[in-house]
């Protein structure tokens, strides 16, 4: 299973920093939402499309099929508002969703995990209540833990299939909680084991120590 | 506290496998996922605080871009479209399901359960959800509120089993039960 949505050739929009990317998507929000004027969300969709086209025909046929389920929400509610009177206003509404939809398609597809969980990191190093490290650790543990998730609750399907002509229902949720909450003791004790949770103070012991070569 | 720490990771997991699961259609043709399912769940077995955190850990991920979302979603896109509300209302919704089963100590706990789901994952994320779609499409609450009448039925019916599965997993593992401890 693939858990990040990345575009894997290397375009000119994988090399600009994650910060700059991550940065423009609130401020396109902004301007969409405040100014309500159909003219600029119509220019900001079709330069938000050739931005997408900037990066080759196949990046913007593959953003395109990500945002399909979007698109027929969008077709509806633009022909349930035109119905209702108010086609601008359908539009208008239709395309700051796509705008918005397709630039933070251009910010996962062009952007690898680790240098958003790194600026996310360096965005939350002023709040003392939030432990960057940890935060960092727990989304890798989610990542890996949600393959192995899946696989497990397959093999629970599986093992209903061999045992019923019926479909496999709610009745596996059960054992697929149970299996989670075992993993979850399991990991707990190796990582206790290991020395604990990583945390922001003791990285910077840790490069204290290799900086002094203790 | 690396055994809250994990747990929480874990929920956040399952929350995310449980979107792999092909969702199921209601006679009226509405589709419907299995993730606000794990939300419950989170609340009525993690508790208010952990349950929450859980989901607020889903939410996070999402929005800098993972796909844990049914149907492969994620991105900020999210925050955009008109299930805003909805995917914002999680948080308080885990949060309020757990609060009541902490609280109230009835002896039924598949009832308990149940009826904390109702709270939480209906009444509280309803609320929230109807404004995101009153926001985002520029709609009035009531217009809004008619266009998520349709996915109640497949909810409650997620109420119910979060009840059955609390109970079980207070049977099968009483001491996984944070909320009750």
Redesign the interface.
């Known amino acids: ?5 990345i575009y894997p050739t290397e375009t000119w929009a994988h090399r600009l920093p994650a910060n700059v990317k991550l940065a423009a ?1 609130p401020v396109v ?1 902004i301007v969409l939402f405040a100014s309500g004027s159909l003219p600029l969300a119509a220019l900001l969709c079709a330069m938000t499309v050739l931005l997408l086209l900037s990066c080759g025909g196949r990046f913007a046929k593959s953003a395109a099929r ?1 945002a399909r ?2 698109l027929i ?1 969008i077709a509806v ?1 633009i022909a349930w508002l035109w119905f209702a009177g108010t086609p601008f ?1 359908g539009l208008r ?1 239709g395309l ?2 796509l705008t ?6 251009f ?2 597809m062009t ?1 690898q ?1 680790d240098a ?2 790194q600026v ?1 990191r360096t965005l939350v190093r002023p709040f003392p209540f939030v432990d960057g490290a ?2 960092a650790f ?2 890798i ?6 393959h ?3 696989q497990k ?1 397959q093999m629970l399907a599986m093992a209903w299939r061999a045992r019923s002509h019926r479909r496999p229902g ?1 009745q596996i ?2 054992p ?3 299996v ?6 399991h ?3 190796a ?2 084991a290991r020395g ?2 990583p945390s922001d103070t003791s990285e910077c012991k840790t490069k204290d120590e290799d900086r002094n070569g203790t | 506290m690396e055994h809250r720490f994990v747990s929480i990771a874990l929920f956040t997991a399952l929350i995310a496998a449980l979107g792999l699961v092909p969702s199921f259609q209601l006679m009226s043709g509405v589709p419907i996922s299995m993730q606000s399912l794990g939300v419950m769940l989170a609340g009525t077995v993690l508790g208010a605080k952990r349950g929450a955190a859980a989901v607020l850990l889903l939410q996070v991920l999402v929005v800098i871009g993972l796909p844990l979302l049914a149907g492969g979603r994620g991105g900020p896109g999210i925050l955009a479209g008109p299930s805003v509300g909805f995917f914002i209302g999680w948080l308080p919704a885990a949060y309020v399901t757990g609060l009541v089963v902490e609280r109230w100590r009835a002896r039924s706990l598949t009832l308990v359960a149940a009826v904390a789901a109702l709270l939480g994952g209906i009444v509280v994320m309803y609320v929230f959800g109807i404004i995101g779609m009153a926001w985002a499409l520029e709609r009035s609450l009531p217009q809004a509120a008619l266009l998520s009448l349709p996915f109640i039925p497949g909810d409650a019916v997620k109420c119910v089993l979060t009840g059955l599965i609390t109970n079980a997993v207070a049977r099968a593992r009483p001491s996984y039960l944070m909320s009750r401890q």
């Open positions: 299973m693939l858990l990040t949505l998507l929000s990500s389920p979007i929400f509610m206003e509404i700051r969703m918005l939809v397709l630039l933070s398609l910010l996962t952007t995990f958003i969980m996310i940890r935060l727990a989304a543990l989610v990542v890996r833990m949600t192995i998730l899946a609750g709610w949720f059960m697929w909680i149970i989670a909450l075992d993993d979850a003791a990991v707990s004790e990582l206790r604990g949770l």
